[in-house]
């Protein structure tokens, strides 16, 4: 095929993806968040109810992209994104009481600083949402991934006892629940993971705390990473990308590491794969370290292209992130194609 020819497929199946979006994304801006239960037979993904999460991660995929649909598509997400923002400027997964998920949530850091993320991008006034991401850090220079009342919120009264009463609304995910295996709650008050860290270090840019960064790369480093709602550490290296290409140059040293743990994985080819989105994950990971045109990212790129989703339009929800205990998976379609646009938008 003549250059000529490669690149009118590549603008029109960008085009093609674009639309796909529009079309998808609801009246209030939102991109519907869908979830997965593994073990059940047929496996179906069904929506979730209002979350920002998916939405904000498609947003972030479209950041660069300079087109006029792109720009309208980023207005309406950022309109319903900033329609779920609640005290003190934070953001949770779900809403309370939402009469689809059981069970209430903290609002937490994650989805916090993304958001903070894409609306200063904008020209927003996100302090006290970063102010609060500083603060939520331990002892051990990680992020928490809760926003509780814990004591580095003490100096600001107000903040702190919404925060326990908060901790009241939400306490039944912290204690044992029979419905699960072992026994075991479903999230921890001391949950800490890098994949959440990495999004709280791009949030905060040059504010975030030098320790922290230090702490994450000598975590990758020793292979000491943390995982939690993201059940592979190539999805924590996709975020900690993100966070250099967005300006944090303290991530520069992690590359080589990165790189390898990319070829190693190789390429997944089974569409039925569970890990199969990491193939346009990783592709992004390496064209944000600037490390697409070596070998494997051209023959990456190349199997990513002639996926059948792209030319065919049959974009599916993959499992981006999890439950800690695996039985949950969530995505969307429209976050799938979403990754994919980032891919080919060189």
């Not at 979830?35 to 995929?61: H, M, Q």
């Not at 999004?199 to 292979?223: E, F, Y």
């Not at 794969?273 to 390496?286: A, G, K, P, Q, S």
Request: net charge neutral.
């Amino acid at each position: 095929m003549e250059v000529h020819e490669q690149l009118t497929l590549l603008m029109t199946n960008i085009e093609k993806t674009l639309s796909f979006l529009k079309k998808n994304q609801e009246e209030t801006g939102e991109f519907k968040s869908f979830c997965c239960l593994p073990d059940n037979e047929p496996k179906e993904w069904r929506y979730s109810g209002d979350s920002p999460f998916v939405t904000a991660n498609i947003l972030f995929c479209l950041r660069n992209v300079k087109h006029g649909e792109c720009l309208k598509i980023r207005e309406n997400g950022l309109v319903y994104l900033k329609s779920l923002r609640e005290n003190f400027g934070l953001w949770r997964y779900w809403k309370h009481n939402n009469g689809i998920m059981e069970y209430n949530v903290p609002a937490d850091v994650d989805d916090s600083s993304l958001i903070a993320f894409l609306l200063e991008k904008r020209g927003d006034d996100v302090t006290c949402t970063l102010e609060l991401v500083s603060a939520n850090v331990s002892f051990r220079n990680r992020y928490y991934t809760w926003f509780l009342p814990r004591y580095q919120f003490l100096p600001s009264p107000r903040v702190f006892l919404w925060l326990w009463y908060e901790l009241y609304k939400t306490a039944i995910v912290f204690l044992p629940n029979p419905k699960i295996p072992k026994y075991e709650p479903i999230s921890s008050p001391w949950d800490s993971e890098h994949g959440v860290g990495a999004h709280a270090i791009m949030a905060l840019g040059k504010r975030a705390q030098s320790s922290a960064i230090t702490q994450m790369v000598k975590d990758v480093q020793q292979n000491d990473i943390s995982l939690q709602y993201y059940d592979h550490k190539l999805f924590v290296y996709h975020h900690i990308s993100r966070a250099f290409s967005e300006g944090v140059l303290g991530f520069s040293v992690l590359k080589n590491i990165i790189l390898n743990t990319i070829q190693q994985f190789g390429i997944t080819h089974d569409e039925q794969d569970e890990f199969y989105l990491l193939n346009v994950v990783n592709y992004i990971t390496l064209k944000n370290y600037g490390l697409h045109h070596c070998a494997f990212g051209k023959e990456l790129r190349g199997f990513l292209k002639s996926d059948p989703m792209v030319s065919k339009q049959k974009w599916r929800p993959y499992k981006y992130w999890t439950s800690k205990q695996r039985s949950w998976w969530a995505g969307s379609p429209e976050l799938t194609a979403a990754l994919y646009l980032e891919m080919l938008y060189d």
